[in-house]
């Protein structure tokens, strides 16, 4: 006996599935018909999914299909995910923001939250760079004005993520960056491409003003 139940497509905040007891129900205009059948070994079924979404719908929805098989021998799942946009304009957007620093031992973390602002479904990339800030200043012998400078002291990049960030949702991202940093002052930015027109871009600038410590 086959049995097939759709649930909504719903990740985690690091973009794992989260278990079927914590997704909730799909709504009553997403069905199978059958649901439940069975079929003699080496046929095949001819299995219908309709859905009828309401007229405010908008945008992407996303779903998982899933079939359980169950006999003497075992217990086999299988399904496929299944995406529904309605509306005539896809719209990308994200927003990016730091969301913590914390200082460990030999590394400070850093997160950063990609939210998707839009109605369809995003994959990211990110890039992050830390640099040391040297101020403009004027010397004194000379008068010359040094001009503002900058050192890259970190350059992390994080591939295209396969697991995809659904309209609404929001996905964090995480980089080690050294904790033990000379005084002086820094910046950190962060990029993440997604496929809109622009990219999400954040950072932040902060000063280390005593050994080993960064005050923000």
């Given amino acids: 006996e086959i049995t097939g139940r759709i649930l909504p497509l719903v990740l985690s905040i690091r973009g794992e599935f989260l278990p079927e007891e914590e997704r909730g129900e799909a709504p009553e205009w997403v069905q199978l018909s059958p649901a439940d059948f069975t079929i003699e070994p080496g046929r095949t079924k001819r299995v219908r999914l309709s859905m009828r979404p309401p007229k ?17 021998e075992a217990i086999v799942e299988s399904g496929s995910n299944v995406m529904l946009f309605v509306g005539s304009e896809v719209i990308k957007k994200g927003q990016l923001e730091i969301t913590s620093i914390k200082r460990e031992e030999e590394v400070a973390i ?7 602002e839009g109605n369809y479904h995003l994959h990211m990339s990110a890039e992050f760079v830390l640099r040391r800030v040297f101020p403009q200043y004027e010397e004194e012998e000379t008068g010359r004005i040094v001009p503002r400078q900058t050192e890259t002291i970190a350059l992390i990049s994080l591939p295209m993520d396969t ?5 609404g949702t929001s996905r964090v991202l995480s980089f080690q960056i050294p ?7 820094y910046e950190m930015a962060i990029r993440a491409d997604y496929g809109g027109e622009e990219p999400a871009i954040t950072g932040l600038i902060f000063s280390i003003e005593g050994s080993n410590g960064a005050d923000g």
Avoid at 59 to 71: L, V
Avoid at 110 to 116: E, I
Avoid at 163 to 167: A, E, G
Avoid at 179 to 185: R, V
């Fill in 56 to 72: 405010d719908a908008d945008g992407g929805y996303y779903y998982d299909i899933i079939f359980r098989s169950t006999s003497e």
């Fill in 110 to 116: 850093v997160d950063a939250l990609f939210t998707n």
């Fill in 179 to 185: 904790a033990a940093l000379e005084l002086g002052e």
């Fill in 163 to 167: 697991s995809p960030i659904l309209p």
